[in-house]
């Protein structure tokens, strides 16, 4: 049985380094990344985290249908770690969609995982633990993140919170 | 002696859903919510967690004086189910109060879950682990709404945070 | 060898009443204030705290340069109280310095830690935990409260998160 590990935290807590550790541990490793290069800007910090990673991962950039870069890894692959369930909640939001379409491209990521092609981490964040945010846009991005996050924790076989960098195990 | 269950997270970290699972372990059901309907939009969400919520729970609104309500359960109630503090702690500032006023009926709860009528369930929201609030208000609400969480919790026999949907054990 | 205690949590939560407690099983107590009098609110509130402890403790300000003041400690210290490190974080930024600046300040910091001149409990601050700001000097402070953080924490022989009031062993 393939293991599903999450990992979540908030901002600097440490979670992409956990994961990246995690998955030190294999061979063939893919890093599925969610964020968009909609500026020149995050063209250039998306670039600067792949030369970080090196040749450790094979990178696969997939902001919306994260469920099909799973059905064509490269073989060989042993893990597959995706940063970050977060900016694919974001992602899924800007790109105008409706509630019951985000929902059916949630649906479609447990799907995955219910039968994933070799064990997956998956990083996220946790963004509900402030003030309810005035802007509605944010409370709702609040609303769609956390869903996710309660959804994709429940599939997991591991649950980490890292919390100053140090990795809390929920379950 | 009656139990006293504290349940804490963040917003969408599945902390109501664990309440209710909790509660759904006793026969006689109250749920005591503290929103305030102050208009129609509210009134219509209100209604719906109501219907939710079905014949399972006998459902009392107080958004102030919910040691009150603790004094006038119907017969056969075997638990409380309070949702939630934070909804409460913005009730009081709402109305105006000042801090000793807000004081004294944060007094008055804790006084009443020193010999509960019952078994007790008491949700609440981590508000306090985001940036600084730059507005005034807001930093006064995490203050109240943060204090109450610290007393509630202390006078706890049982504590629980929620994160991403996984009941953590405080205490 | 001495202990480097880690006490981290978010508003409210009742970390510096946890770190008064710890630092009340030792005789000579130092209170590492990084708090800056920049008003004169600020000063009744550095006043009035400085009050509360009393004579439990000799209190140190320095908002800057807190490894000088672990070099000239009074004789008998057997407990430093550092509160906290997310103001000092904030005092960094807040004198304009740059993030090769801000780094070597830390640097110096943690090189105090690993021979400190006695037990330390350093108190801080969990900021990430919610929305994005969109304000980029939020976000830059977020960034360098929570890298601090992750490096104090690392350092520590000890660390606890408090929530509502509840410590929770992180390490």
């Known amino acids: 049985m393939a293991k599903v590990i999450y990992v979540t935290g ?3 807590s440490g979670k992409s380094s956990y994961a990246l550790q995690l998955a030190g541990c294999y061979a063939g490793r893919v890093f599925l990344a969610t964020a968009e ?4 800007e995050m063209r250039n910090r998306i670039d600067r985290h792949r030369e970080e990673r090196g040749n450790a991962f094979y990178t696969i950039e997939e902001p919306l249908y994260v469920e099909r870069a799973l059905t064509s ?6 893990v597959v770690l995706l940063d970050c369930l977060t900016v694919w909640a974001g992602n899924l939001m800007h790109h105008a969609e409706t509630d019951d379409a985000i929902a059916s491209r949630v649906d479609a990521l447990l799907e995955a ?3 994933p092609p070799c064990d997956m981490i998956l990083v996220s964040n946790e963004v509900g633990m402030g003030i309810v945010p005035e802007n509605v846009m944010a409370r709702r991005f609040r609303d769609i993140a956390g869903t996710i996050n309660q959804r994709v924790a429940a599939a997991a076989t591991e649950a980490w919170l ?3 960098g140090i990795p809390v195990r929920l379950k």
Not at 37 to 40: A, E, K, L, N, Y
Not at 73 to 78: A, I, K, N, R, V
């Open 37 to 40: 290069p909609f500026d020149g």
């Open 73 to 78: 890894l490269p073989s060989g692959t042993d």
């Open 10 to 12: 908030g901002a600097r």
């Open 113 to 115: 995982l219910r039968h």
């Open 162 to 164: 890292l919390c100053s």
